[in-house]
């Protein structure tokens, strides 16, 4: 009867594992509904890496950022039902162009987060089963080096506006040293603007102010 007993209980565990694994694998499964292309290749997903020194903390902010530069055709929709099961709505249909016109938005991202010279590589491959064509798109971001603030100043035509400027550059949002991006030059010039209205010049605008940057240095 012993040995009855134990083949008994390791058929039990080796039927709840295969129930546990069968429902880790549908938790990693994506589904796909029935409005795909038929015969057509589409978009099923698109990844983005980043290689290079960039922060583990802000890689993935950065990864964010340039999915939302993605062209809308190469943007899915995924509706997940209970954390298992995962179904793809309606995938666009894949264009090749559609690749190119993604990787000039996100170079121009790079861009303003201080990376001038980014290479971003792009693969895709297909992936057939009956009447559905799946292309997966990789992009592989190299930021390259980073421009960092060196010398700032002000160089104001107005007098009037220049003192006031040189007088509040200790509140300054540009430190030397920091990351160049465009947000916190706005940022500064939003400061400068506040400081010219508290001052009574109220007429000033943000077109009145511009940021004037030279890279040669870093680029050298």
Known sequence: MLPHRQVSFFTVYRFILSIGLLLVLLSACTTIQ????KNRPFVYKTNISISGSVPGSDKQELVTRLQNQLDDSLKTRVISYAGVIKKLVKPP???T???SRSKFFMTA????QGFFYPVIKDTFTIDTAGDKQMVTINFRVMPGKLT?????GFDLLTPELQQ???ESKSQTILKKGDPYSLQIIGEERERLLQTFHNSGYYKVSGDDIYAEIDTVVSAL
């Open 148 to 152: 960092r603030l060196d010398s700032i």
């Open 97 to 99: 162009a559609k690749i």
């Open 93 to 95: 249909v894949f264009d």
């Open 109 to 112: 991202l790079m861009n303003t």
């Open 164 to 166: 006031l400027a040189l």
């Open 34 to 37: 029935k409005g795909y292309p």
